[in-house]
């Protein structure tokens, strides 16, 4: 159960991230392709787009590891974590 609470919260706070640094993102990911020599290609902007916006969620779900765990065993005790 966990790890389906941590899986929704997870794309909640990612996609609400991104939307906030919408343009942000845009702007590096239009700048990796100029620098990729892709030019002005659209369909690899979108790709670079996503790619970093999956890498940089990973990476902080993983910086925040510990106190996600302890968040999730508040939020769900033990005695509420079995298959039902």
Known sequence: ???????????LVCAAVGILFA????????????LLG????????IANAQLI????????AIAFLPWIARGLERL????QNQNR
Do not use: E, K, Y
Not at 1 to 11: A, S
Not at 23 to 34: D, F, H, M
Not at 53 to 60: A, E, H, I, K, M
């Open 1 to 11: 159960m966990r790890t389906g609470v941590f899986h929704l919260l997870f794309n």
């Open 53 to 60: 916006f999956n890498v940089l969620g990973v990476t902080l």
């Open 76 to 79: 769900i005790p033990d005695g």
């Open 23 to 34: 343009s942000q993102l845009a702007a590096v990911a239009q700048w990796i392709s100029q």
């Open 38 to 45: 892709a030019g002005d290609d659209i369909a690899r902007q």
